[in-house]
């Protein structure tokens, strides 16, 4: 893959993670694989979404805080490139503040709260009556993380194109205002590859659900979480045929096995019965050992050295503050709010 | 009065207006007058709170930017002294807008709703179903400006007084999560004077009912407002008796005519009958012309140097900025949100 630089003809791509917990396989799957094939591609922004994090997070900021670094130091492992992608903290992107308190005012209430993602959100977490005010405007922070950067695509998980939908109208309704194509609207980017099943064969990977392979484990800590995979309850013997559909070893094994032909072989075998649990986790955690080695390496060797990679941090921080805050001074202007500059 | 510097004893004291229209004498009587006599007093800082104009004004930010001028000069005209009060320009301190969506996280959506002042204008304004989030949010965007300058004293309406609970709940709600008095709670202070009315005797005077008399009014429509004054409808001819109570005209003399007794004599001869309203009206109306007539002069010699305004705005913005950054800084290490400086 060529090292081309970042170009203005290339699209911008605006992704992040809210840093409350190291990144895992999910993530890896879902996402931090993608981005790093995309910064040859795209302009690359991501976000260390701790405001955002704060919206349900608020009682624990310093969850969020101790994260920041976690997440970014795996960023850096899986090969996230700072000389193709700025990485930004969030919280310190003061015109992203400004950016979101003026789109809420372009957005209803009853809007806000027909949203599918953050209904479905506001269930999941419990909140009942009582759901924070940042929670239930997330949606509109996030319109303003996106067209802070001006970005075109954004990767999001299927369950999240509302959230495009939702910052793809106040885009809309702010180019009409200003009669112009200001803000550009942004593609939903839904990966190939959907979520990665918890290690207990649970639809997702979390790691509040105990089910997760953090990138940064160790070699015992991989060869633990393969052990306890769930994989067929009813193949209790090697001799007996066993199924491979929602078999969590198989499944990581089509996902992170290159060798595809060997691994049908192996499911035909499983099937047939014969081949017993024991191999076939063998198989797996050699190939997830081999996956996350020189990750877990990397990561150890950034993490001796926090200054370097807050440096990162603090550079990708000032070029995103610039960018930012242009586009919030062009909105401002194209809507024609108060300036000294233009007084 | 002693023109005494402000010194850190002083309680600090935040007042604002949106600028939506020029100011009138509502608003002289209501908050004008006794900022005059604060800034001798307290710290005072005062608030062109144009961001908070656009929760209900997105639709025209032009108007809301023109009125940030309007509203400096009567400021000035009326004798609020930028050596002793700093005025800022509220867009231009991004400080309180990031203050603002750290709130949103200890507020939730059914407190917001249950406000009252915020039921009554959601009503009065007519927005149904479609209320703007940014106009639902405001009373947070309120804590964030009154703990942004952590004023101790909030001159507000008595209508207003739930905005001023709101905001100690959330500085109560802070102080104990981080185990301090961080921020101080606000007094309400309710102005001895409420509300003038219109000059059709409404309740309240207000540029969008038409009833009000600008500062910046000239000479002729001084005069041409008091012809129109609302009296005693029953009070057909001179030799009637009349009522004074709800008779704008004596409204107004109880409030600007500095020589009560003579009020009180007018007012026992209008009620026994003999006093006829053009009379009355002729008081009332020297009583105006000498109030606004250095108002309107130092306004106009104000405004045809435009530059000197901007300065005096810009100026007291630049230390706006510094307090309420200091001041997120202050939330933010308290919280313990991500910080390069304390990583």
Sequence with gaps: MSQAPQTAQQPVILTGDRPTGPLHLGHFVGSLRSRVELQHTHRQHVLLADTQAMTDNAHDPDKVRRNVLEVAL??????????????AVQSHLPALAELTLLYLNFVTVARLE??????????????????PAGFLCYPVAQAADIT???????????????????????????????????????????????????????????????????????????????????????????????????????????????RKEEVE???????????GDMVVKRRLEEVLQNLLAPIRERRTQLAADPGYVFGILREG?????????????????????FSFDRS
Tied chains: 1, 2.
């Design 114 to 131: 027909r949203n599918p993602t953050i209904k479905e959100e506001i269930h999941a977490r419990g909140f009942g009556r009582d759901i």
């Design 74 to 87: 795996d960023y850096l492992a899986v090969g996230i490139d700072p000389a193709l992608t700025t990485i």
């Design 265 to 275: 072989a192996l499911k035909d075998h499983y099937r047939r019965g014969g081949l």
């Design 148 to 258: 802070g950067f001006k970005a075109q695509v954004v990767p999001v998980g299927e369950d999240q194109a509302p959230l495009i939908e939702q910052t793809n109208e106040i885009v809309r309704r702010i180019n009409r205002q200003v009669d112009a194509e200001l803000l550009p609207e942004a593609q939903a980017l839904i990966p190939e590859m959907g979520r990665l099943p918890g290690i207990d064969g649970k639809a997702k990977m979390s790691k509040s659900l105990g089910n997760s392979i953090p990138l940064s484990s160790t070699a015992d800590e991989i060869t633990h979480a393969v052990k306890q995979m769930y994989t067929d309850p009813n193949h209790l013997r090697a001799s007996d045929p066993g199924t491979v559909e929602g078999n969590v070893v198989f499944t990581y094994l089509d996902v992170f096995d290159p």
């Design 317 to 337: 921080t000032r070029k995103s503050q610039d960018i930012t805050q242009a586009t919030l001074d062009e909105v401002r202007g194209a809507l024609g709010t």
